[in-house]
């Protein structure tokens, strides 16, 4: 089963672009389309259709995208299976955590975590707010670390780590930079600005529309993405404005940043189950993460 080429047409359907599916799957432009060109040869249909610049899949490709998702499921499911049954003679503690949040998680905080308890695995699962609640609250993981609005829930038990902003993000030579006020309050301001969102389902794409609706504001969506990182490139190349955290900001990173009016905060919290018992494995994790990320 060539895994790698449903990879390679589900994250086109969601980028609809091959430029921006080309930069997340770390291939050429001209590479990934060879590979869709072959793909639609070997079906003899077409996957893509072209809709104002943007790449839409056909009837065909809706079916084989469907198809693709559920393909890669089974097999990863397999996969893990396998992978459990290998660990069988270990422990697991299952972890869950945005892809961008925690920097270098697994080379900081795994060999500390193994050298204390090598009797145990750590089984990380990358996922948005909305999965790690999920996962607490059906007893699938022991943690999670994720966004939230307050460092407190009456279902999960917070241990909170961060505490960081979302701020407005637009490319560094845009003309607006120099008529925007400090702060920004109304972001109708920018009505005639693409705006490249979070996922469906996350923590921040709430907090985004919220935002919106506050401005009485809909805005133009070139795409919603889960990876700050991606995000953040695509500003500086100038293909829209964007909501990232003030942590991933740097000075010549080829991005004008503006604070909102009222702020919009967000915590970085640690959490479980309030009904959880936390052993000594998890109580020695949170204190790790405590230790290298939180703040003083």
Known sequence: MNTRLMEYMIAISEEKSLSRAADRLLISQP?????????????????????KNQLILTDAGKIYVNGARS?????????????????????????????HLLPEFLQKVLPEFSKKHPELFLNLICGNA????DYLLNGMADLAVMP???????????????????????????PMTCLLPAAISDLSLLALEPFI????????????????????????VLCEISDD??????????????FLPRSLSAPDDGCAYFP???????????????????????????????NIYGEP
């Open 71 to 99: 393909a890669l499921s089974i097999y990863y499911h397999a996969l893990e299976e396998i992978r459990n049954l290998r660990m069988s003679g270990r422990r697991k503690l299952t972890v869950v955590k945005g892809s």
């Open 197 to 220: 969102l979070h996922q469906e389902g996350s923590y921040f794409l709430n907090h985004e529309q919220s935002l919106f609706a506050a401005s009485h504001f809909m805005p133009a």
């Open 148 to 174: 939230a609005a307050e460092p407190s829930n009456s279902l999960l038990q917070y241990f909170p780590l961060q505490k960081d902003e979302l701020l407005l993000a637009l490319p560094a030579g845009h």
């Open 229 to 242: 990182d991606t995000a953040k490139k695509m500003v500086a190349e100038g293909k829209g404005a964007a």
């Open 260 to 290: 909102l009016n009222p702020p919009a905060y967000y915590h970085i919290v640690i959490a479980c189950h309030q009904s959880s018992v936390i052993s000594g494995p998890i109580r020695d994790l949170i204190l790790l993460l405590l």
């Open 31 to 51: 590479a990934l389309t060879q590979q869709v060109k072959k793909l639609e040869k070997e079906l003899d249909t077409r996957l893509f259709r072209r809709k």
């Open 130 to 133: 909305s999965v790690a609640a």
